[in-house]
Protein backbone atom coordinates (compact mmCIF):
# COMPACT_ATOMS: atom_id res chain seq x y z
CA UNK A 1 0.00 0.00 0.00
CA UNK A 2 1.74 3.09 -1.23
CA UNK A 3 1.61 6.01 1.27
CA UNK A 4 2.84 9.63 2.04
CA UNK A 5 2.94 11.32 5.40
CA UNK A 6 3.80 14.92 5.68
CA UNK A 7 5.13 16.22 9.07
CA UNK A 8 6.41 19.75 10.29
CA UNK A 9 3.98 21.76 9.96
CA UNK A 10 2.97 24.13 12.45
CA UNK A 11 2.07 27.85 13.75
CA UNK A 12 4.76 30.21 13.01
CA UNK A 13 4.93 34.76 12.81
CA UNK A 14 5.75 36.27 9.35
CA UNK A 15 9.05 35.91 8.61
CA UNK A 16 9.97 33.04 10.08
CA UNK A 17 10.80 29.30 8.77
CA UNK A 18 9.61 26.05 8.54
CA UNK A 19 10.39 22.62 7.09
CA UNK A 20 8.40 20.23 5.80
CA UNK A 21 8.94 16.69 5.19
CA UNK A 22 6.80 13.56 3.20
CA UNK A 23 7.90 9.99 3.95
CA UNK A 24 7.05 8.05 1.19
CA UNK A 25 6.30 3.95 1.35
CA UNK A 26 5.01 1.09 -1.00
CA UNK A 27 6.74 2.83 -4.13
CA UNK A 28 9.96 2.85 -5.81
CA UNK A 29 10.93 6.08 -4.91
CA UNK A 30 13.33 7.12 -7.12
CA UNK A 31 11.04 6.36 -10.17
CA UNK A 32 8.80 8.92 -9.36
CA UNK A 33 8.91 12.87 -9.56
CA UNK A 34 7.92 14.47 -6.11
CA UNK A 35 5.64 18.19 -5.85
CA UNK A 36 3.93 19.84 -3.08
CA UNK A 37 0.71 21.74 -3.61
CA UNK A 38 -1.15 23.85 -1.12
CA UNK A 39 -4.73 24.29 -0.41
CA UNK A 40 -5.98 28.19 0.99
CA UNK A 41 -8.90 28.58 2.63
CA UNK A 42 -11.60 29.47 0.48
CA UNK A 43 -9.41 28.86 -2.65
CA UNK A 44 -8.79 25.73 -5.12
CA UNK A 45 -5.87 23.53 -4.98
CA UNK A 46 -2.72 25.62 -5.76
CA UNK A 47 0.82 23.97 -7.24
CA UNK A 48 4.18 25.38 -5.52
CA UNK A 49 7.02 23.24 -6.37
CA UNK A 50 8.47 19.79 -7.62
CA UNK A 51 11.63 17.96 -7.96
CA UNK A 52 12.69 15.51 -10.44
CA UNK A 53 13.83 11.91 -9.96
CA UNK A 54 17.11 12.21 -8.90
CA UNK A 55 16.57 16.18 -7.81
CA UNK A 56 18.53 17.52 -10.64
CA UNK A 57 15.52 19.71 -11.95
CA UNK A 58 13.50 21.94 -9.90
CA UNK A 59 10.03 24.38 -10.56
CA UNK A 60 8.41 26.65 -8.31
CA UNK A 61 5.24 28.82 -8.75
CA UNK A 62 6.28 32.80 -8.57
CA UNK A 63 5.11 33.54 -5.49
CA UNK A 64 7.28 31.26 -3.74
CA UNK A 65 10.68 31.42 -5.70
CA UNK A 66 13.82 32.70 -3.55
CA UNK A 67 12.19 31.56 -0.44
CA UNK A 68 11.18 27.78 -0.65
CA UNK A 69 13.69 24.91 -1.22
CA UNK A 70 12.24 21.34 -2.49
CA UNK A 71 14.95 18.68 -1.88
CA UNK A 72 14.76 14.95 -2.11
CA UNK A 73 17.35 12.11 -0.06
CA UNK A 74 16.41 8.98 -1.97
CA UNK A 75 18.18 6.56 0.26
CA UNK A 76 15.51 7.98 3.23
CA UNK A 77 12.37 8.23 1.11
CA UNK A 78 11.63 11.58 1.88
CA UNK A 79 11.34 14.79 -0.38
CA UNK A 80 11.93 18.14 1.75
CA UNK A 81 10.27 21.60 1.35
CA UNK A 82 12.69 24.14 3.22
CA UNK A 83 9.98 27.42 3.71
CA UNK A 84 11.71 30.76 4.51
CA UNK A 85 10.46 34.19 5.16
CA UNK A 86 6.65 32.91 5.36
CA UNK A 87 4.13 35.54 5.06
CA UNK A 88 0.54 34.80 5.77
CA UNK A 89 -0.51 34.60 2.91
CA UNK A 90 1.33 30.79 2.74
CA UNK A 91 -1.16 30.31 5.24
CA UNK A 92 -2.49 26.79 3.86
CA UNK A 93 -2.54 23.12 4.21
CA UNK A 94 0.00 21.79 2.42
CA UNK A 95 0.44 18.28 0.37
CA UNK A 96 3.33 15.99 -1.04
CA UNK A 97 2.45 13.83 -4.29
CA UNK A 98 4.04 11.83 -6.68
CA UNK A 99 3.51 11.36 -10.28
CA UNK A 100 5.09 8.99 -12.94
CA UNK A 101 4.66 11.29 -15.89
CA UNK A 102 7.22 14.28 -15.70
CA UNK A 103 10.30 15.59 -13.94
CA UNK A 104 8.46 18.92 -12.84
CA UNK A 105 4.77 18.17 -13.03
CA UNK A 106 2.32 21.50 -12.33
CA UNK A 107 -0.98 19.75 -13.12
CA UNK A 108 -2.70 18.01 -10.08
CA UNK A 109 -4.72 15.35 -11.93
CA UNK A 110 -1.11 13.81 -13.36
CA UNK A 111 -0.30 12.94 -9.82
CA UNK A 112 -1.05 9.39 -9.27
CA UNK A 113 -0.43 9.36 -5.17
CA UNK A 114 -1.22 12.23 -2.10
CA UNK A 115 -0.47 12.71 1.45
CA UNK A 116 -3.19 13.66 4.10
CA UNK A 117 -1.68 17.43 3.93
CA UNK A 118 -0.14 19.61 6.98
CA UNK A 119 -1.15 22.75 7.91
CA UNK A 120 0.88 25.70 8.26
CA UNK A 121 -0.52 28.58 9.65
CA UNK A 122 1.56 32.29 9.30
CA UNK A 123 0.37 35.18 11.52
CA UNK A 124 0.93 38.96 10.48
Known amino acids: QVQLVESGGGLVQAGDSLRLSCAASGLTFSSYAMGWFRRAPGKEREFVTA????????AYTDSVKGRFTISRDNAKNTVYLQMNSLKPEDTAVYYCAATYYSSTNSRPGDYAYWGQGTQVTVSS
Open 51 to 58: ISRSGGST
